[in-house]
């Protein structure tokens, strides 16, 4: 090659940069993830440049060392597919860890990682990421939730099912066929724990300017980020709940179960999970959210005659940073993530809420008993559990 011509190759890749039309080396997957390695250097600050990707509506940060935890900030700014315009800065929120027990933390193949973030359709993205000592081995995650043959772009909600004599009935909520779940990703069989005696009520932070009609790709994603950027072995929550009140069902294994989740760091043995889409840091939760999160909750813990307003005493399984491993803590019934976790999950406005959303779900578990026509008596956890009637 000339020196003139060599000039002029070099002077188009450096406009090609700078136009963000990087194109970095990455893993692409036909279900619908994608991965940019982040190169080790500096072990206080990383970045990308702006770069085109492949379509993705959801992007989060992955790890090597699913123990490490990234103490610092991760930020990433996305472009539009549509509109071709560059978002302002958003936050990773970097409180995400791997479950204490169970598949979810012994497959090979686990990662620590960020919260993921919805962005809605995109193909371009930065990032920076900060903190005292980062993790190795950083990689962006890119997940298109309509990659696929088996993504499912319609809504189906399932009827109410019949009630026990002493519960609130099931809330209608959409299935996993309905959603998309691709089941084939799910590799192990779920694990059963003990009887479900209590609530962590979460949030999947992001933004909250979705459509509604967009919530079953929001689920699909975060199920893949979890399963396949994760490496855990299906979706980490067992409900969702969007802004307009839809409940979804989350994790396989039977709604009517005690599934063990991957949810709350050190308390997720004998616990079950609702995670509201959107962000409640910024945003307000509505009527809607409120009566969505209580119904499930109160039907959840009514399959067990617990009191929804009651409180209950779990062991900690882990260090988790707000409690030691063995530590016994009291806990309302229906509580926030924060309460279990060194977290601001599920934003503080939802948080505010929770003890409305108490009195609506244990308002429907009277309702029920009342009912039946049968003697109302909450039952006392035979274990842990303190009275609470």
Not at 307 to 318: D, I
Request: hydrophobic fraction near 35%.
């Amino acid at each position: 090659m000339t020196p003139r011509l060599l000039r002029t190759a070099v002077a188009t890749a450096l406009a090609i940069g700078a136009l963000g039309l990087t194109q970095p080396a990455r893993a692409a997957s036909p279900d619908g993830v994608h991965t940019v390695r982040v190169p080790d250097g500096d072990p206080r600050e990383r970045s990308l440049a702006p770069r085109t990707t492949e379509p993705f509506s959801l992007i989060g940060l992955t790890w090597d060392d699913p123990e490490a935890t990234l103490n610092g900030t991760a930020q990433v700014r996305t472009r539009s597919r549509e509109s071709g315009v560059w978002s302002e800065w958003h936050p990773l929120e970097t409180d995400a860890r791997t479950p204490e027990a169970g598949p979810d933390r012994d497959r090979p193949g686990v990662r620590g990682s960020t919260q993921p973030l919805w962005t809605g359709p995109s193909d371009g993205f930065q990032v920076r990421v900060s903190g005292a000592r980062l993790p190795t081995g950083l990689r962006v995650e890119l997940v298109d939730p309509e990659a696929g043959s088996d993504a499912v772009h319609t809504t189906v909600v399932e009827p109410d099912a019949a009630a026990g004599p002493l519960l609130a009935g099931r809330p209608a909520m959409t299935s996993r066929s309905a959603w998309g779940a691709d089941e084939s990703l799910v590799k192990d069989p779920p694990t059963y724990t003990g009887n479900t005696k209590a609530i962590f009520v979460h949030h999947t932070a992001g933004t909250n300017a979705y459509a509604c009609s967009q919530s079953a790709s929001i689920v699909r994603g975060v199920f893949l980020y979890h399963v396949k950027s994760n490496g855990w072995n299906d979706i980490g929550y067992h409900f969702l709940v969007d802004k307009c009140g839809t409940v979804f069902e989350g994790r396989a294994g039977g709604v009517d179960k005690p599934v063990l989740g991957a949810h709350t760091y050190g308390f997720n043995t004998a616990t079950s999970s609702i995670s509201v889409l959107g962000n409640y840091s910024t945003a307000a939760a509505n009527a809607a959210v409120r009566q969505s999160v209580a119904k499930v909750a109160a039907w959840k813990l009514g399959l067990y005659g617990i009191n929804p307003a009651g409180t209950v005493v779990l062991t900690s399984g882990a260090d988790n940073g707000k409690y030691k491993l063995g530590q016994k803590v009291t806990f309302h019934r229906i509580s926030g993530h924060r309460d279990g976790y060194p977290t601001e999950c599920p934003g503080q406005n939802l948080y505010n809420d929770l003890p409305r959303i108490r009195t609506l779900a244990t308002s429907a578990g009277t309702l029920a008993e009342a009912a039946s026509g049968l003697p109302g008596a909450w039952n006392e956890d035979e274990d842990e559990g303190v009275p609470t009637r």
